[in-house]
């Protein structure tokens, strides 16, 4: 509500400045001439107000995004040099900049993601600042290439794949296939970290454990990106818009499931991959790879394990912390939930 009120003193400011400038109207005397046109034929006047304006537009977007994770999270605390590429608005941009994953130093009094995190905000001081500060394919964390243009060229899904992206698990994985060669990482916090959402969607990450190439993506890849169903039609601050929560009003438009998804679990999918990943949890852990004991849920790392159990185990996290349990790519996260356990299954568990 805080940041409202600034942005509405600003805003009225921004206007009582103009119409002293432009218009020079008063009660007391006759209305001035019109304001003359700014330098380069562009009307001044046309500038700050083109966004500080009466309009509830910005008032709206702002509503909506004090409601979203970007603004409420807690997670902006972590300003060090490998977290604020991702957790913070200055790190963020300084990155971009810099096409590297780590900030020079640890960012002081950092800001939480916001408009200028995402947009062009006072750069020109134009309307042209609502364009997205990238829509490009970039380098990932991995050193792969991201590029999450759709079919219908919408690439506004690069920008959150910057951020929403999975980084590297050391040691790596050479051969996800191999049975005899083994690798003990150090970290039980071992696997993609959080936020995997792009490459799932993509169809770019986790491992074939068999190496057969059968593993395929759903209709979404390539056909959908981030914000037709998380900035889809805003209900209020509880969904879509800058809340950026998933709703069905984004499912159901006509080109897509046109009214036939009233909730997430559509088709029971969900639920098939909440199970599955029960399942692959337990078999995992009868397997000696998920721990039981000090850090539950977490890799074992009191002993080596060959690189295809080590690439299930990563696949489970994958799909873990992508959250949409099957909704980006429902074939990806099935069938490597299915490989895994049968895999598991050949050798007793
Ligand atoms: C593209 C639209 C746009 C234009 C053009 C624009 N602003 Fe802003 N301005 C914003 C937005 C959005 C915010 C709110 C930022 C936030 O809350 O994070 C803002 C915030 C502000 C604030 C509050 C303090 C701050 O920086 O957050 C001031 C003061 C301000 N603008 C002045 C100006 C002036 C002066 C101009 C013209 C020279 C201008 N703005 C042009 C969009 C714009
Ligand atoms: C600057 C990096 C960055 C960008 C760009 C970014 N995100 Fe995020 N996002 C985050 C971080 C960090 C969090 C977790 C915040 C927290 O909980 O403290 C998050 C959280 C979220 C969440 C909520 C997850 C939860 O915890 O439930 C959603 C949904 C989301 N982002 C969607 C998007 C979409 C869609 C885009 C593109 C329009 C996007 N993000 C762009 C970094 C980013
Ligand atoms: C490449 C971008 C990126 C980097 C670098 C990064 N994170 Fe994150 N992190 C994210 C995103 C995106 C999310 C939100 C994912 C989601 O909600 O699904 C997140 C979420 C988190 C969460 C919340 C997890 C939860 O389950 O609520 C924590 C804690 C976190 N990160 C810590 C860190 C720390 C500590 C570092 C630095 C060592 C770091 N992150 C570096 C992108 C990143
Ligand atoms: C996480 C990134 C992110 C943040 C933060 C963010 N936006 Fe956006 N915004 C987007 C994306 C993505 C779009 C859709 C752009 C498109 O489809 O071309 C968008 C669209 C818009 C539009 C429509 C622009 C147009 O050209 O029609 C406005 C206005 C807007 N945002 C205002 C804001 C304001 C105000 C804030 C801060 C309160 C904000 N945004 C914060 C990502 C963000
Ligand atoms: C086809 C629609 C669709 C696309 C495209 C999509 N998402 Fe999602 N996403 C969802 C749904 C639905 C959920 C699950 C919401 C639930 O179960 O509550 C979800 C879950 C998430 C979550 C976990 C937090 C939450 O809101 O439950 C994050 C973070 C997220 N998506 C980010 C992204 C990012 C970033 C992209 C683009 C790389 C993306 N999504 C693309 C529909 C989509």
Redesign the pocket.
Known sequence: MKRVLTYLFAAGMMISAASLMFTSCTKEGPQGPAGANGQDGQDANATCTQCHNFSDMIVAKIFQYDAS?HAT???TA?N?V??????NSQGFLECLETGA??TTEIIQNPAPINCRTCHLIHETYTATDWGLRTEASFT??LGETTDMTTEGGNATGNLCA??????LATPEITDPTSTTTTLQPTSYRYGP?????SPMLAGTGGYDINGDGLLANSYHTGRTTCVDCHGATAAGATSGGHTLWANTAGCNIPACHDGAVTNFDYEGKQTIIEEGLITLEHKLALAGVVDTVGHPGYLNTSVAHTQKLLAIFYNYKFIE???SMGIHNFKLANGMIEDGIAYLESLGY
């Open positions: 994770q999270g807690s997670t972590r060090a490998d977290c604020s590429p991702c957790h994953w780590v990932n964390c910057r951020c929403h992206q999975s980084r970290h959080h936020g995997t959402q912390e992508d959250r």
